[in-house]
């Protein structure tokens, strides 16, 4: 009865447009009434206490880098070198957009970030190549979701605060994972490419190739920076942030000098926008986590789903079912803050590894991200292509097909992530 409680009053309030953080309030004061416990001091304290979060640091400092780097002209230079490798191949723009996905997702940590700037320069490249418009949108936006799954990864650190998970640990085991979307990606454009007849640029020469990675080099070496840091234990997750945040200060200043110094308060105020949305949902998202401790929620689900303890497989096959039903009509952190301390325990219960479990639901959770009607990644594609949502479904159904088939992978193979996450950690 708890359980429909909560979700009843929370699905309720999204449903006539009442904004995800009072809406996850709402859900968390419902319960209170319903148990008669209600005390506006603990919702309150609740409040206070879900920003009053070390880890949490990170997110505004690694939103900060993206920005910098963003505007520094890090994603252009990522984009030639991608371009002076295998721009001249048949389809080449879409491994492209792929091969400088998986580089700036090294950098950015958001996919919404990822997505907006690597869009914005090769969509129009794409089209102006004779490219289809749909299916070029389509595999941008598709690359954009391995973002939050390959290091820095903002929803890791959410996952990892509310469920108390090594953040580290988290962020080591979602490399194998990125890569092997991005393979699948790869995968699918290369039977696309196949109707590619569009005029092919000549080969790049050696020394254009190594002018391009000398131009990139800087940005390259960033992701070296945090994944070495943190494996070695030279630094924390939110450490590495603030490492991050002012390398790219540095090198968009010092280096590339495409930012001067009146343009870093534009984009302290942007990311200083986006870290208040998001600090603002994790804060009311711990009123409703004590909430759901306190009405043992996590007891009915368990209830719901006991049969399936004893086999963990079939156990993550129905999670993740709901998972993606979740991602259909519910954004990447509202989500992952509401139905991580309700399954967790359950996946505790079933031996699972709850490193493995967060990387697994990220991973389902970004793949919402593409699906309609609310997939933001999807409504900023549509905004720099420029065209209707039914138009980027049809360009973006190829690629999330084989993005499930991954996923599913590694539920049916969880030592895909365990074994590597041994070997990084």
Sequence with gaps: MMLAVFLGSLFAALAIGIPIA????????????????FDSQIVAQNLINGANNFPLMAIPFFILAGELM????ISKRIVNFSMSLVGHIRGGLGYVAIIAS??????????????????????PMMVARGYNKNL??????????????????IPMIIFGVVSGVSITQLFMGGIVPGILLAIGLIVVW??????????????????????????????????V???????GGVFTPTEAAVVAAFYALFVAVVVYREIKIKDIYECLISSGKMTSVVMFVASAAMVSAWLITVANVPDDMA????????????????????????GVV????????????????????????????????????????????????????????RIGMVDIVKGVWPFLIVQVIILYLLIFFPSIITVPLQWFT
């Design 225 to 231: 920076i945090i994944i070495g840091g943190l494996r």
């Design 136 to 153: 070029s949108t389509g595999v941008i936006v598709s690359a954009g979701i391995i973002a939050p799954v390959i290091p820095p990864s």
């Design 330 to 385: 519910m954004d990447l952190t509202p989500a992952i803050l509401i139905f991580t301390p309700v399954l967790l325990p359950i996946v505790k219960m079933a031996g699972i590894d709850p490193v493995y479990f967060g990387i697994v639901m990220i991973i389902n959770l970004c793949i919402g991200l593409i699906t309609p009607p609310v997939g933001t990644v999807l409504y900023v594609g549509c905004g720099i292509s």
């Design 102 to 123: 998986v580089l700036f997702s090294g950098l950015s940590g958001s996919a919404v970030a990822d997505t907006a700037a690597l869009g914005a320069i090769l969509i």
């Design 70 to 73: 963003n505007a520094g002209g």
């Design 190 to 223: 290369s039977f696309i490419a196949r109707r590619d007849h569009s005029e092919l640029p000549k080969r790049k020469s050696v020394k254009e190739i190594l002018t391009a990675t000398k131009e990139a080099s800087w940005a390259l070496f960033l992701p």
């Design 303 to 326: 209830g719901l789903l006991g049969g399936l303890v004893e086999n963990p497989v079939l156990l993550m096959v129905v999670i993740n079912i709901l998972l993606l039903a979740v």
């Design 22 to 37: 009072f809406a996850l309030m709402l859900s968390g004061v419902a319960l209170m009434f319903f148990m008669d416990i």
